[in-house]
């Protein structure tokens, strides 16, 4: 849950409903703006998956830009 909050941009209060959203959620993409809304709506468990593929794919992402940082430098 901490790090969907993260990527939307919003408190964890926010997130499960707790205080009424102070600010936009900030993600530029509409269609991953669109998943996120959908994915709020899921069961806990699917929640907690989607998470752990989206932060595999983060830890990736921070991966190849480490190793193509060092190649270069």
């Known amino acids: 849950m901490?790090?969907?909050?993260?990527?939307l941009q919003i408190s964890l209060d926010e997130l499960v409903g707790r205080v009424?959203?102070?600010v936009?959620?900030?993600i530029r993409n509409f269609e991953l703006?669109?998943?996120c809304q959908q994915a709020d709506n899921?069961?806990?468990v699917d929640q907690?998956?989607?998470i752990q593929v989206m932060d595999g794919l983060m830890?990736?992402?921070k991966f190849n830009q480490m190793m193509v940082g060092s190649a270069t430098g």
């Not at 901490?2 to 990527?7: R, S, T, Y």
Request: aromatic share 0%; hydrophobic share 40%; net charge positive.
């Open 2 to 7: 901490i790090k969907l909050a993260d990527i």
């Open 20 to 22: 009424t959203p102070t």
């Open 24 to 26: 936009e959620i900030k």
């Open 33 to 35: 703006h669109q998943l």
């Open 42 to 44: 899921l069961p806990d």
């Open 48 to 50: 907690q998956a989607l």
């Open 59 to 61: 830890k990736k992402a």
